[in-house]
């Protein structure tokens, strides 16, 4: 593999594991049991980030109480 390939490959890699995080850090915030803090300290994500996550999960809540 050339080295421009390794290269892309390790940026597919972390942006992967990127996903993974975000995710993992939604379905934390769904479950209400972790503060914001402890969710991006876990996950090594920006308090900020989590903090906007946990702002679409409240409308995500919101929007499925409102259709029920």
Do not use: C, F, T, W
């Given at each position: 593999m050339c080295r421009a390939e390794e290269e892309l490959m390790e940026e597919v890699k972390e942006h992967a594991?990127?996903?993974?995080?975000?995710?993992?850090?939604?379905?934390?915030?769904?479950?209400?049991?972790?503060?914001?803090?402890?969710?991006?300290?876990?996950?090594?994500?920006?308090?900020?980030?989590?903090?906007?996550?946990a702002e679409k999960v409240k409308l995500d809540k919101e929007q499925q109480s409102a259709s029920i």
């Open positions: 594991g990127r996903i993974r995080a975000l995710q993992n850090a939604y379905n934390l915030l769904i479950l209400g049991k972790l503060s914001n803090e402890d969710i991006a300290s876990a996950l090594e994500l920006p308090l900020e980030e989590v903090e906007a996550l």
